[in-house]
């Protein structure tokens, strides 16, 4: 099994979890700060998707470690907020802080971006990430607004409003796509049944944090939730319980987390450099 994760010293890095070391390292091509990072798998093998703050996204080959493709986004060179891989890894999505959106074929997209979509206001865009089905793009930004995107014909199919108005930070789709889960600012996490376009469950971060990162088990069971204290939370999603609590030992911010695809084991990576395995069970 192989992590990806990226830091601000134009690195990013896949790691061998059995063997606990670094694989590779995928050094950004123009020397910036790696701001996100997606892993997936395409008919060529698994690949990465990075952005940086000087507004480049790479995709890289993860089995060797080498750069297979890179991309300008030309609006008005701004950096990379968030990136996504779609379901079948033939596509990329990224968005940056002027509230632009791209959609691109990696393999055959020109180099230089420009938005296939903008959010309505020029909002920065803080999350995106696909359907699983692929058919869809969610991506949230800083007013608490999430806009769901048609990718075959480049339409706003959805407009989804945190009630808490405060700016989303994360989202994420359940493994079966009836689910978007969104986590705020306020420390307020969202469940949007898809289909109805309403919220269905309210779940609170203990710690009154703000929500930095989400994610689905692979079963859809369990979500995780990173927050700004250091904390990350399990929550059974049908009974909307918290289950565990993992504290971070370095008591900083955790920025991102990700379930193994066994489900068994969480990743959470911080503000302090440092990515902590959690064994579930």
């Given amino acids: 099994m192989t992590l990806a994760a990226a830091d601000e ?14 694989s590779a390292t995928l050094a950004d091509p ?8 997606a892993f997936g798998s395409s008919r060529s093998g698994a690949i990465v998707a990075t952005g940086d703050s000087d507004a480049y996204i790479s995709v890289w080959n993860a089995a060797k470690g080498t750069p297979a493709a890179l991309f300008t986004i ?17 596509t990329v999505a990224g968005a940056d802080v002027n509230g632009g959106i791209f959609i691109f074929n990696w393999q055959t997209a020109p180099i230089l971006l420009t938005p296939t979509f903008s959010t309505p206001d020029g909002s920065p865009v803080n ?9 869809m793009l969610a991506t949230a930004d800083v007013t608490g607004k999430i806009f769901l995107w048609n990718v075959a014909n480049r339409k706003l199919a959805a407009t989804l409003t945190d009630p808490g108005s405060s700016g989303v930070s994360s989202i994420a789709f359940s ?11 306020n420390g307020k996490i969202f469940l949007w049944n898809v289909a ?4 269905t469950t309210t779940l609170t971060d203990p710690g ?3 929500v930095n ?30 289950t565990a609590t993992f504290t971070d030992p370095g008591s900083r911010g955790v920025s991102s987390v990700a379930f193994g695809s066994n489900g068994a084991t969480l990743a959470a990576g911080d503000f302090n450099g440092s990515i902590y395995l959690w064994l579930i069970g």
Avoid: C, K, M
Avoid at 30 to 37: G, K, L, N, W, Y
Avoid at 127 to 135: C, Q, Y
Avoid at 177 to 183: I, Q, R, Y
């Fill in 9 to 22: 010293n134009d690195d990013a890095y896949l790691w061998n979890v059995a063997a606990r070391t670094p």
């Fill in 30 to 37: 123009h020397s910036q700060a790696v701001t996100t990072v």
């Fill in 74 to 90: 030309l609006d008005y060179n701004e950096g990379v907020d968030s990136v996504a891989i779609s379901p079948d890894g033939s």
């Fill in 127 to 135: 999350s995106v990430t696909f359907s699983p089905n692929g058919a």
């Fill in 175 to 185: 493994p079966g796509g009836a689910t978007l889960a969104a986590g705020d600012r």
């Fill in 196 to 199: 109805t376009r309403t919220p």
């Fill in 208 to 210: 009154s944090s703000g």
């Fill in 213 to 242: 990162s989400i994610a689905f088990s692979p079963d859809g069971a369990t979500l995780a939730a990173g927050d700004g204290n250091g904390s990350t939370f399990l929550w059974d999603v049908a009974a909307g319980t918290r």
